[in-house]
């Protein structure tokens, strides 16, 4: 085979290569399409409980944290804030508008050692349960910066409604 030949090849494999990844990743979309995040501000009267700077890592089909899900504004990783309020979780991504997570959307919160593509020390990403708007759950991971997952899932935890089977609001 000749040079040209090799370059001809290689470049025809790269291109067949990432058209498989965009026609997935549109198809992923495709099939996400009918959740929504809960694109909002924080109420008047919510009080500021805590602020976690961070990496947002993924949000995920409940239970299977290797499933990415493609929700607008929450499809790819990016740094993050974290407000924690009385009424709810406010999560700040770069370049995205602010998604708020009523009290009443938030089904829990844990410590979690893996999602998608980031593996971390046992229990070093926090995971936060909550209902899309047609009442399926995901869970969404972020890597605190300056605190511990734990103490992020502890201040979510904290805000929700007890129920009589737990905390699961």
């Known amino acids: 085979m000749t040079q040209q030949g090799a370059l001809l090849t290689m470049i025809s494999i790269a291109a067949a ?3 498989s990844l965009v026609w997935a990743w549109i198809r992923r979309t495709r099939r996400d399409s009918a959740l ?3 694109v909002g501000e924080v109420p008047a009267r919510a009080a500021v409980l ?4 961070g990496l947002y890592v993924a949000t995920t089909k409940h239970g299977q944290p290797l499933e990415r899900l493609a929700i607008r504004g929450l499809g790819f990783r990016s740094k993050a804030d974290l407000t924690i309020t009385d009424a709810g979780v406010a999560l700040d991504l770069t370049g995205q508008p602010r998604v708020f997570l009523d009290v009443s959307r938030i089904a829990g919160a844990a410590q979690a050692t893996v999602a998608i593509d980031r593996v971390v020390e046992p229990d070093g990403l926090t995971r936060i349960d909550w209902r899309t708007d047609d009442g399926t759950v ?3 991971y972020f890597r605190p ?3 511990s997952a734990r103490a992020l899932a502890d201040a979510v935890s904290g805000i929700l409604i ?3 089977t737990g905390t699961d609001a």
């Not at 805590?50 to 700077?53: D, K, L």
């Open 17 to 19: 290569l990432l058209f």
């Open 50 to 53: 805590a602020v976690f700077p």
């Open 145 to 147: 910066q300056d605190a």
């Open 138 to 140: 995901v869970d969404t």
């Open 162 to 164: 007890p129920t009589p």
């Open 36 to 38: 929504t995040a809960p």
